[in-house]
């Protein structure tokens, strides 16, 4: 059974920096694109960026030039350095990877349960 696990969260002020990081484990035969998105209380998931498993990224436009999304394939990892953060990217935020889990060439959708960050100001 597949897993993603998130870790990284927490309080922080405005203007500070977090790291949220992801591992999947479990049984499974590659890995296509990995991202995070983002759910505020009363809002709906969001998307906050996606990296292919060519390295090419793609990031919400409100998060633009201050998160970094990367990953490690030989660790099964997806990271977000999370800088300059404000009040208004308080959320919970949920790892997202698709992944081939049967010997077909489709790729799965599995979503972690989420990390709650929140930035005061």
């Known amino acids: 059974q597949v897993q993603l696990e998130e870790s990284g969260g927490g309080l922080v002020q405005a203007g500070g920096s977090l790291r949220l990081s992801c591992v999947a484990s479990?049984?499974?035969?590659?890995?296509?694109?990995l991202g995070w998105y983002r759910q505020a209380t009363g809002n709906q998931r969001e998307l906050v960026a996606t990296i292919i498993s060519g390295g090419r990224t793609n990031y919400a436009d409100s998060v633009k030039g201050r998160f970094t999304i990367s990953r490690d394939n030989a660790k099964n990892t997806v990271s977000l350095q999370m800088d300059s953060l404000k009040p208004e990217d308080t959320a919970v935020y949920y790892c997202?990877?698709?992944?081939?889990?049967?010997?077909?060439?489709?790729?799965?959708?599995?979503w972690g349960q989420g990390t709650q960050v929140t930035v005061s100001s």
């Open positions: 479990g049984t499974f035969f590659g890995i296509g694109t």
């Open positions: 997202y990877a698709e992944l081939k889990t049967t010997m077909s060439p489709a790729l799965f959708q599995y």
